[in-house]
């Protein structure tokens, strides 16, 4: 059937062509697996490992709580997470720059689970990419259904395992034990998510696939924008390569390296023919180098056909000593990852809001002194418990707390109402500047900025 412009001739929708993908080998796969498992590995643990009694990650949006690397943040602590993101965004737009799509083919969660594990759990229950074929043209018998419904069980499984592991970064791995435990009616809401969770995993690795890197993820299409000719991605050298085809001997027509044997087109996990040129399906995989450099060596040919090269390479240009526009990322990069690390580290434990109280006013004492009073809510930022005080930091002023309470829970609030209490003699304006520490084991943790209004004295 015809296709135009994403529709059949005849009018009606072309049907999806399912992607056999051939089982990959070789040396850049093998990296890959080593970075993929290792970064599974640690997705997968993040959550569970506790530092200090705090996971080493949780993003808890409910509560509005995130954890990273054991250090708790708050909504107060907004302004770093700007800068985490944008260095997130920078960082991948100077690996696209330079390198192509190449965090899409080795770091992608969704390449990771799809490739290094639903993948695999086809070829185990399957077998390769012929065998699968096979099995899906075959008639519906015992022997075709059972390897079926052994797979997408083995793909729910796997799936509600993701899920919990997803559902542990949002609530917490304590939480999560308990809607494990407690009976269902319990934690509804969390055993629905639970579900809904599951379900979306499971229909994106058994039936959406490949379409979340080609149609759905921005990502994709991004490249297309960020890529110069300077930018190195995974490509084929039609220089070297064309005109395809076996070589015979006497035969009158020279032709090219490529054998035409399109392993490079069955490994590829999108189905695209990496000798067409350079395409935004493209995931930087490397599967078809691994499977082309193979070939090569068995027909004792040099290997890189398919390989690392820029746009400008493959048309016969020097490559270029700099890249300007790489530099200039990894400058903006370099610039954000120290404001990052400054923010993180000078960070305080505690953090406070101090406002007058609302309808109040100064009061004149019959000692000669002055009384605003105030209303403080503290955080306290750390997993422990924190014995507190507050102090005036001007000599003058005095600070008497209203209800007063002398620890921070760790991870916990407090709400105070105080009176600033300060000689008239010494208040040279209407309105004073002035200043009230958090003091924790003798030294400042925080100090917060306020106004304090009394008639000037004498």
Not at 162 to 179: P, Q, S
Request: with cysteine.
């Amino acid at each position: 059937m015809d296709i135009i412009a994403g529709k059949a001739v005849d009018g009606t929708k072309p049907r999806r062509e399912w992607i056999y993908a051939k089982k990959p080998g070789g040396r850049l796969f093998n990296y890959r697996q080593l970075l993929g498992y290792t970064l599974l590995l640690v997705l997968i643990g993040a959550p569970f490992v506790k530092i200090a009694g705090e996971p080493f990650l949780m993003f808890n949006i409910v509560e509005r709580k995130f954890v990273l690397f054991g250090n708790v943040f708050w909504p107060q602590d907004l302004h770093i997470f700007v800068f985490g993101m944008l260095i997130a965004m920078v960082c991948i737009v100077l690996f696209t720059v330079v390198y192509g799509r190449v965090w899409c083919g080795w770091a992608c969660p969704q390449t990771i689970f799809m490739e290094l594990v639903f993948r695999r759990i086809e070829y185990w229950i399957e077998g390769d990419w012929q065998q699968q074929k096979k099995l899906d043209h075959a008639p519906k018998t015992w022997a075709r259904q059972s390897k079926k419904i052994a797979k997408h069980a083995v793909f729910l499984v796997v799936s509600f395992l993701i899920a919990n592991t997803f559902l542990a970064y949002i609530i917490g791995v304590d939480e999560l034990w308990k809607i494990m435990r407690d009976p269902v009616s319990q934690h509804l809401a969390g055993f629905v998510s639970l579900m809904v969770f599951t379900l979306v995993f499971y229909g994106v690795f058994a039936y959406v696939r490949e379409i979340v890197c080609t149609t759905i993820c921005p990502y994709g299409r991004l490249q297309g924008v960020l890529l110069d000719d300077q930018s190195i991605t995974v490509a084929y050298d039609h220089r070297r390569g064309e005109p395809r085809g076996h070589r015979k001997k006497h035969a009158q027509q020279a032709v090219g390296d490529c054998v035409d044997c399109r392993l490079c087109v069955h490994v590829c996990p999108t189905g695209i023919d990496i000798r067409n040129g350079l395409q935004m399906e493209c995931v930087s995989c490397t599967a078809c180098i691994d499977a082309c450099d193979a070939v090569m060596e068995k027909l004792d040919r040099p290997t890189k056909l398919i390989g690392f090269y820029s746009t400008a390479e493959i048309g016969g240009e020097r490559k270029k000593k700099g890249n300007t526009r790489a530099v200039a990322y990894t400058v903006v990069l370099a610039v954000l990852m120290a404001v990052f690390g400054w923010l993180v580290f000078s960070r305080s434990q505690v953090d406070g809001t101090l406002l007058r109280a609302k309808g109040s006013t100064y009061q004149i004492r019959p000692d000669g002194t002055v009384s605003n009073l105030y209303s403080v809510a503290l955080i306290n930022k750390t997993h422990q418990d924190m014995p507190f005080r507050l102090v005036a930091a001007e000599e003058n002023f005095t600070v008497h707390v209203v209800n007063k309470i002398d620890e921070l829970k760790g991870g916990g609030t407090a709400q105070l109402s105080f009176f600033l209490i300060g000689p008239q003699r010494a208040i040279q304006s209407y309105k004073t500047n002035v200043k009230v520490n958090v003091v924790v084991a003798g030294k400042v943790v925080e100090t917060m900025k306020t106004t304090f209004v009394a008639p000037p004295g004498g």
